[in-house]
């Protein structure tokens, strides 16, 4: 996923970055890690589709270590995401609003080359189960040798969100199932919205007929 240069596609919102990010690297010292301004950044990549109370765990915690964290999210349609970058870049700025130790943005081709752009010196990701292990390993293993001086920081899963996922939040809001408690109330809205659930009147099953 972001170690591969993606596919030609329409342009991201922020071309390069985001003009919040341009600031905060122009405060920033020019070599990363030594920031007196900033502080300490950690770069949170994913796709964010849609942001769900797991992710926003990982985020808060990392709050205790870092001084800012950069929510970025991928822009990546090879992924056939349900919401557009622009949806899901609204609803993680509307949960982290009057958070200013977040900043969200979001990034098109190599993970490497947008961190390059940030003071960020760490890049943080949220472990699960096992199952998140191999693929993670993987892909901090590419990262390191794309940039040798960029580690991956992992924050295991809080019990109670080990198995929350936006894979399993899409599929089970899909059939009509509630999401809420999992993901933020404009979330589920979102997801309400976007596969366009009727309101269900209970029906009992016979099991005579
Ligand atoms: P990706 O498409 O890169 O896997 P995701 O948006 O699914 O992006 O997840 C971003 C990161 O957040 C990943 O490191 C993932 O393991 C982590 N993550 C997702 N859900 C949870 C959760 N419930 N608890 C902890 N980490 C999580």
Same mark, same amino acid.
């Given at each position: 996923m972001f170690p591969l240069r993606l596919k030609e596609g329409p342009e991201p919102i922020?071309?390069?970055?985001?003009g919040e990010i341009r600031r905060s690297v122009r405060m920033a010292?020019?070599?990363?890690?030594?920031d007196k301004d900033m502080g300490k950044v950690a770069i949170y990549p994913g796709s964010? !589709?849609?942001?769900?109370y797991g992710h926003i765990d990982v985020v808060e915690r990392a709050l205790e270590i870092f001084d800012k964290v950069i929510v970025a999210i991928a822009v990546n349609e090879e992924k056939r995401p349900l919401f557009s970058v622009e949806e899901r870049l609204h609803m993680v700025k509307a949960f982290f609003k !009057?958070?200013?130790k977040v900043i969200v943005d979001s990034f098109k081709g190599l993970l490497v080359d947008y961190v390059a752009k940030t003071n960020a010196i760490v890049i943080l990701r949220g472990l699960r189960a096992t199952s998140d292990f191999e693929y993670e390993f993987h892909m901090a293993s590419m990262n390191r040798s794309l940039d040798t001086h960029l580690d991956t920081l992992f924050m295991m899963t809080s019990k109670d969100y080990f198995f929350v996922s936006s894979r399993t939040i899409k599929e089970v809001a899909r059939l009509g199932g509630a999401v809420e408690g999992l993901v933020p109330d404009l979330v589920v809205r979102r997801l309400r919205e976007k596969f366009k659930l009727p309101v269900t009147k209970k029906k009992h099953i016979r099991w005579d007929d």
């Open positions: 922020f071309p390069a970055c985001s010292k020019s070599k990363k890690g030594e964010f !589709d849609p942001i769900t !009057d958070t200013p």
